[in-house]
């Protein structure tokens, strides 16, 4: 199996979605964290503290615990603590984070953003959650054959 391309992967789906943004982080099952294997838009500053995120912290963490989307109309103006501090540096509004599932076992999570207020549809939500399943069978078969 080809090793997978991370960064031609999201941008991909943040180009089919009409984003500016987006992060793709893999879990590692060893220390349970979500480590950051491609990024767009964000601004440098910001990469280290998307290299790891624990599961249960932010967006992404949330979206990994919750095995369900997380999603902001608006990132700057959100006050629910959901999004870190950090994240509004971004400048995105509209965003969502999105988990990586396999028949029920996390594998990632990918978030993506738009720079206006934003809610994502039913159907676009259904779809992301469709790809991140066929990124999970990519993850699972690429770590078979590693092991």
Not at 105 to 132: C, H, Q, R, W
Not at 139 to 146: C, K, M
């Amino acid at each position: 199996m080809a090793e997978i391309n991370w960064q031609q992967l999201l941008e991909s789906v943040v180009a089919a979605f009409d984003c500016s943004t987006g992060t793709m982080h893999t879990l590692d099952k060893s220390t349970n964290l979500l480590v950051l294997q491609a990024y767009q838009g964000i601004p440098p500053f910001l990469l280290p503290k998307m290299q790891t995120i624990p599961i249960g912290k932010g967006m992404a963490g949330i979206a990994a615990e919750r095995r369900k989307p997380v999603e902001m109309c608006n990132l700057q103006t959100d006050e629910s603590g959901v999004a870190r501090p950090a994240a509004k540096e971004t400048k995105v509004e509209g965003s969502i984070a999105v988990p990586m599932l396999l028949e029920g076992e996390l594998y990632g999570v990918f978030g993506i953003a738009k720079p206006v207020p934003y809610d994502f549809t039913e159907e676009e939500i259904s779809n992301l959650m469709k790809i991140g399943e066929e990124i999970s069978r990519y993850v699972r078969a690429n770590s078979a054959q590693v092991s």
